[in-house]
């Protein structure tokens, strides 16, 4: 079973940074193409980045260019999204995900993803 856990949300003021990470459990999350989507409450889960599995691809949404960064921690077996310039817009519960079909980050849509992680919570806030 492909096991995903979040971490590294929190509660951050307007302006602020972040780190999350997307830890994997038994197996080498080199090998996939990861997606991280976010759901605040009462809104659909959308998508806010991805990378592919050799690492040539990326992805952002509109909403978050220019201010978050994905990337590999390839020693620890983790996915990074560095959160910079943190806006009250982007509170949400942050989730990774797997696109089981090696893609290249050019359609990343919840459907296409899978083994979600429980999710992480940030809340940018004053």
């Known amino acids: 079973q492909l096991q995903l856990v979040e971490s590294g949300g929190g509660l951050v003021q307007p302006g602020g940074s972040l780190r999350l990470s997307c830890a994997a459990s038994?197996?080498?999350?080199?090998?996939?193409?990861v997606g991280w989507f976010r759901q605040a409450p009462g809104k659909e889960r959308e998508a806010v980045s991805c990378?592919?599995?050799?690492?040539?691809?990326?992805y952002y949404a509109d909403s978050v260019k220019d201010r978050f960064t994905i990337s590999r921690d390839s020693a620890k077996n983790t996915v990074i999204l560095q959160m910079n310039s943190l806006k009250p817009e982007d509170t949400a519960v942050y989730y990774c995900?797997?696109?089981?079909?090696?893609?290249?980050?050019?359609?990343?849509?919840?459907?296409?993803?899978?083994?979600w992680g429980q999710g992480t919570q940030v809340t940018v806030s004053s």
């Open positions: 995900a797997l696109d089981l079909l090696f893609g290249d980050c050019t359609e990343v849509t919840v459907p296409g993803f899978d083994s």
């Open positions: 990378i592919n599995y050799s690492g040539t691809s990326t």
């Open positions: 038994g197996f080498t999350l080199g090998y996939y193409t």
